[in-house]
């Protein structure tokens, strides 16, 4: 089920910006026993993508309450909310479009993700790489072709994600989730400068490291980097921290640092 600007609707204009030009962003949220995870983080992101895209900040308590009326009653669910700089006319030019648009819907988290959680998943890696783009790097906007593009790749070698690099080839990300590894107790995650988006969960690994003295590297990583990784998982919002067990044909371990921010950052 989906909601327009709080009213029950499966519908909104082709004028709409982001139907026409990708205008706007979104965000996805757990939502673990009737409450929305990490909400403020969540409404920071969207803050500063649309202040980027200089669209109208939304009433932050009304978006909430009806968040909290779209939700499903499962134990386990999501929610995507998405804001669009609204209704305009043909052209780029969003010169006296003021009214955003605001959509809800919401989802039940796949059953096998739970089994993913625990025993790990297996990553390949895509031959299509993402662009070198820092005016949008980080953000959750809804230009998301390259992503489509990727997953295409994917679904046709029968996989469930992959990793993706830049056209420098560095490490930036899945297609669905940031990524780390450790090495000698030092975690790395690959810099999203240039490419990629700046998960929730990936904010949450960066901080929980920070205020616990554990040492965590940001650079630029070439794909020989994984190569003698003692440990490596994915994050990302619905499925928490992941471990990645097997990367095309090389096998690891889950580790003692996934366990550690599986414990302390999956709610389940």
């Known amino acids: 089920m989906h909601w327009v600007n709080g009213k029950l609707s499966s519908s909104i204009s082709v004028m709409d910006r982001s139907f026409q030009y990708g205008d706007g962003c979104f965000t996805t949220m757990l939502v673990f026993e009737g409450k929305i995870q990490h909400w403020d983080m969540h409404v920071k992101r969207m803050e500063e993508c649309l202040h980027f895209l200089n669209i109208a900040l939304p009433n932050w308590e009304k978006v909430y309450k009806w968040l909290m009326e779209a939700r499903l009653k499962n134990r386990k669910s999501g929610l995507k909310l998405h804001i669009t700089r609204g209704k305009g006319h043909f052209g780029y030019n969003s010169q006296g479009i003021e009214s955003p648009n605001i959509t809800i819907s919401h989802f039940l988290v796949p059953n096998h993700y739970k089994r993913l959680i625990r025993y790990g998943l297996e990553l390949g890696v ?83 490291s920070s205020s616990k003295n554990l040492k965590l590297i940001i650079d630029n990583f070439q794909f020989q980097c994984l190569d003698d990784a003692e440990e490596i998982f994915i994050t990302n919002s619905i499925l928490g921290v992941v471990p990645v067990i097997k990367i095309i044909s090389k096998h690891y371990n889950i580790g003692k640092v996934t366990r550690y921010f599986q414990e302390r950052l999956n709610p389940c």
């Open 126 to 208: 895509c031959n299509q790489n993402l662009g070198i783009n820092p005016l949008l790097a980080g953000y959750k906007h809804n230009n998301r072709l390259e992503q489509v593009l990727l997953k295409l790749e994917i679904n046709r070698l029968g996989l469930f994600d992959a990793i993706v690099l830049d056209i420098k080839k560095n490490l930036i990300e899945t297609t669905i989730a940031n990524l780390f590894w450790v090495k000698n107790n030092i975690i790395y995650t690959p810099s999203l400068e240039n490419a990629g988006v700046n998960g929730i969960t990936r904010q949450l690994v960066i901080q929980f």
